[in-house]
């Protein structure tokens, strides 16, 4: 039986999972989407800085607690940081497939 190999990078491999969560340290930027169309960005260390154990309820906390936003947030933008997720799967996989 023959085996027919698609091509297809990894980005449109990761598009087609269900994905639940993701871990914060594949976040590689967040962003808060204001009604008057200001972005309010989270990169890096500024993210590992929210309160608390959830990233989530540190978010909120941030909308919440902060007087300081130039108008109500109405959506959140996160982007994946997939070189990292991809070298990171790539590892485990080889790990895991290696002839011992």
Do not use: W
Not at 1 to 9: A, E, T, W
Request: charged share 30%.
């Amino acid at each position: 039986m023959p085996i027919h190999k698609r091509d297809r990078n990894f980005q449109n491999i990761v598009s087609e999972l269900d994905i639940k969560s993701i871990p914060t340290e594949y976040i590689q930027n967040i962003g808060l989407i204001c009604r008057d169309g200001n972005r309010i960005q989270f990169k890096g260390d500024q993210i590992k800085e929210f309160p608390g154990t959830d990233l989530v309820e540190g978010l909120i906390n941030f909308v919440e607690d902060n007087g300081q936003l130039p108008s109500p947030v109405i959506d959140v933008e996160i982007i994946i940081d997939y070189a990292k997720l991809e070298k990171d799967v790539n590892k485990m996989t080889k790990a895991l497939l290696k002839d011992k």
